[in-house]
C-alpha cells in the first residue's frame, strides 16, 4: 500500500525573535513567553498578549514535568520519519498549565508523569519509571 504523502513544516517568523527558544531546547529547556503585564503564559513562544495586547514579554521555563492526557503510536510515517522505528507522540499538560505535542520516550499511558527535556530539535517527555 502506498503512503500518503505529507508535509508539516513550522515556519516560525523572525528567527532572532525565536533564537532564546532554539537556544533553550540546546540546553534541554521547553521555553515560552510569558505576559509581564497579566502573567499569562504562552506556548508555543507569543511576541504579543492575545490576552491583555501588551508587548512587554519575557521568557520562561513552561515547566519540567507534566502529565500525559492523551498519546498516539505512530506506526505509518509521515514524510521525512519513513526510517524511523515506530514512535509515540503524546499532549502533554505541564506543571504550569501549558498543553503541548511532545515525542514520548519511554511507555506511556494516559495519566503518567512525565519530565520534559530536548534532544536539541525536539520537545521530549520521558515516561518516568
Ligand atoms: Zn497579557
Not at 59 to 86: A, C, H, R
Request: charged share 25%; net charge positive; with cysteine.
Amino acid at each position: 500500500m502506498d503512503g500518503i504523502p505529507l508535509i508539516m513544516k513550522y515556519t516560525l517568523p523572525a528567527e532572532e525573535l525565536y533564537k532564546p527558544f532554539w537556544e533553550g531546547l540546546k540546553r534541554g529547556e521547553i521555553l515560552g513567553t510569558r505576559c509581564k503585564k497579566c502573567g499569562t503564559l504562552y506556548f508555543p513562544p507569543q511576541k504579543d498578549c492575545p490576552k491583555c495586547m501588551a508587548s512587554d514579554m519575557e521568557w520562561m521555563d513552561i515547566g519540567k514535568v507534566g502529565e500525559v492526557m492523551t498519546y498516539s503510536i505512530v506506526l505509518q510515517k509521515p514524510q521525512g520519519f519513513e526510517n524511523f522505528s515506530d514512535y509515540t507522540i503524546g499532549i502533554v499538560r505541564t506543571e504550569k498549565g501549558i498543553d503541548l505535542m511532545c515525542w514520548v520516550i519511554g511507555t506511556p499511558k494516559v495519566g503518567a508523569k512525565v519530565f520534559l527535556t530536548s534532544d536539541g530539535q525536539r520537545v521530549l517527555c520521558k515516561v518516568r519509571s
